[in-house]
């Protein structure tokens, strides 16, 4: 099915440890977003690519980096994760013209 | 800080009765959408309403916005246990194509049967 695809789906990581969270999207969409979610604070921007080749930061770009790799895939990477950065986390995408976003189905970390 | 607020944070009613949630923002936008969320899953796109509109419906939905309020309103009409969900507002700043939207905390509903 055309949409979103976010892996992982579920990570476990120790305090420094790094990794990348890979997102992919298949609807020829322009802009891409990682946005983190925790509970009672609703979503939060962390980064966004508004086309291929741009990023931007957004609300809590802290302790993240992205990669626009191409028009289709959009990653976020942790550097040396901490327990703060324990959410889970959507990436969504919007073509131009489309009236909302797509999300991806998440991905929950905890970092411990 | 949160550009929306919405309220109630959660609510409870029967099958059948209408659910009404509000949300407020704080600066001007372009446009307010609307997302649902079931648990553990992504946001659904439910409803876009520009900043020139004062209500639009969709379905069981109607959204309603007051710019001069800065406020919006959600209401699901003859609400079905399958509208049990959290409820988002998100609001956009920008004119540009590809958006950047600021999100509300969240309306948690539960519909009974």
């Known amino acids: 099915n055309a949409g979103v695809t976010q892996t992982p789906k579920f990570q476990v990581l120790k305090t420094g440890q790094s990794m990348t969270l890979q997102c992919a999207q298949d609807m020829n969409h322009n802009s891409m977003y990682w946005y983190r979610q925790d509970p009672g604070m609703g979503l939060r921007l962390i980064y966004y690519?508004?086309?291929?080749?741009?990023?931007d930061k957004g609300e809590v770009p802290n302790g993240y980096n992205v990669s626009r790799l191409n028009k289709r895939e959009f990653s976020l990477r942790l550097e040396s994760a901490a327990p703060s950065q324990t959410s889970v986390y959507f990436c969504a995408s919007k073509g131009q013209g489309a009236v909302g976003y797509t999300f991806g189905s998440g991905t929950r970390l905890t970092v411990v | 800080s949160q550009q929306g607020e919405e309220d109630p944070q959660a609510l409870s009613i029967q099958e059948g009765e209408n659910a009404t949630m509000n949300c407020s923002y704080k600066t001007s936008i372009n446009n307010l959408q609307w997302y649902r969320q079931n648990s553990g899953r992504g946001l659904v796109h439910l409803i876009l309403i520009r900043s020139n509109e004062r209500e639009k419906h969709s379905g069981r939905l109607r959204v309603t916005l007051d710019t001069s309020k800065k406020s919006s309103s959600l209401l699901i009409t003859a609400s079905r246990a399958a509208d049990t969900a959290s409820y988002f507002c998100?609001?956009?700043?920008?004119?540009?194509?590809?958006?950047?939207?600021?999100f509300g905390a969240g309306t948690q509903v539960v519909v009974t049967p």
């Open positions: 998100a609001t956009d700043m920008t004119t540009d194509s590809w958006g950047k939207l600021q």
């Open positions: 690519s508004a086309s291929e080749g741009t990023t």
